[in-house]
């Protein structure tokens, strides 16, 4: 079964400006990346951990590794607060209550917790450590995948089979039952 593109299979660059979304069309960086991850490399090489002042900020993931620690007092905080906005409409680019796409009501509700994440699916994925579906537990993060491995959708797991998430354009955000299709796995933060 075929299922409609969704929007945010589209890669997008980051924004240059915080609070705008990102043109569609341009592709993201990666020498920045690797650049920011080979001098944190050479940092810890070299004895010295960055101090309170110079901590890199807590949304940005090195090679694997967790950003938070989250607890389950604060997973239960961002599901909350997805729960209260059940029903807001589907916006491309939304990241606040009146209109959500998936990664800014993910985004919206971790921050209403305490817990700063980036703004697209596929930064929001590499904020974390990657888990099976099968090992995922309440207030991970769920995501799909393009063919390339591209993270083009996420939601917040429940449990059980279940998630919240803002599906698509013409829709709500909504519980529903996981769907498997192009499901690449979970993050736990």
Not at 45 to 56: E, N, R, S, V, Y
Not at 104 to 128: I, M, T, Y
Request: with cysteine.
């Amino acid at each position: 079964m075929l299922l409609p593109r969704h929007r945010e299979k589209t890669q997008a660059c980051r924004p240059v400006e915080q609070g705008r979304q990102a043109s569609p069309l341009c592709r993201p960086r990666s020498g920045v990346r690797a650049l920011a991850v080979a001098a944190l490399a050479a940092v810890l090489a070299l004895g010295a951990a960055p101090g309170p002042a110079q901590a890199a900020p807590a949304a940005r993931a090195v090679q694997g590794e967790r950003v938070h620690q989250l607890s389950s007092s604060a997973a239960e905080k961002a599901i909350e607060a997805a729960e209260g906005q059940k029903g807001t409409p589907y916006s491309w680019g939304g990241s606040k209550p009146g209109g959500f796409d998936c990664s800014g009501l993910v985004q919206w509700s971790f921050k209403q917790a305490g817990v700063s994440l980036p703004r697209v699916a596929q930064d929001q994925v590499s904020a974390g450590t990657r888990v099976s579906y099968s090992n995922a537990r309440r207030g991970d993060l769920l995501y799909w995948a393009d063919s390339g491995g591209y993270a083009y959708h996420v939601a917040i797991y429940l449990g059980d089979g279940r998630m919240i998430d803002a599906p698509r354009s013409g829709d709500k955000v909504r519980e529903r039952d996981v769907t498997s299709y192009n499901l690449a796995g979970a993050v736990r933060l």
